[in-house]
């Protein structure tokens, strides 16, 4: 098996979870609480399946690296930088902020998630970004 083709699989399933974000959001706004829930359970799913799917990849393939050169270098670095924060900080915020909807807490649930939401979708969005940017815009060339 190829993992180097795992890369692109990650960025599906980033994708799709954040479709799944802003349909949950969507529907928590329709007042659809059912809706939401469905959609917030496959963004899990979805972002669960990433998160297999990136650890295989790792450990099999390494990083992919980055081509572009000059200011790019720099804009790509920023937004790599802070995905990894982002995505290191949602680890936590993401099952805290299921458990308190579980448990309907719904009150503490609408705290948190007004920060995991847009952290979460960051991450996922950015996740894409980065993987255009360095396996279709800029790939390394070698050398």
């Known amino acids: 098996m190829d993992f180097n083709q795992l890369v692109h699989t990650n960025a599906l399933f980033n994708a799709i979870s954040v479709v799944f974000l802003a349909l949950g959001y969507y529907f928590i706004k329709a007042g659809d609480w059912r809706k939401h829930r469905a959609?917030?359970?496959?963004?899990?799913?979805?972002?669960?399946?990433?998160?297999?799917?990136?650890?295989?990849?790792?450990l099999n393939a390494g990083f992919a690296q980055f081509g572009g050169e000059g200011a790019i270098r720099y804009i790509y670095f920023t937004i790599l930088f802070v995905h990894v924060l982002g995505a290191i900080a949602i680890v936590p915020l993401v099952p805290v902020t299921v458990m308190r909807a579980l448990?309907?807490?719904?009150?503490?649930h609408k705290k948190i998630?007004?920060?995991?939401?847009?952290?979460?979708?960051?991450?996922?969005?950015?996740?894409?970004?980065?993987?255009?940017?360095a396996v279709h815009m800029y790939p390394y060339q070698g050398g």
């Open 39 to 58: 959609m917030m359970i496959s963004a899990l799913v979805a972002s669960a399946l990433f998160l297999v799917s990136y650890v295989i990849y790792k």
């Open 103 to 108: 448990r309907e807490r719904f009150d503490q």
């Open 113 to 133: 998630a007004r920060i995991t939401w847009p952290l979460w979708m960051y991450v996922g969005i950015s996740g894409v970004v980065v993987y255009v940017m």
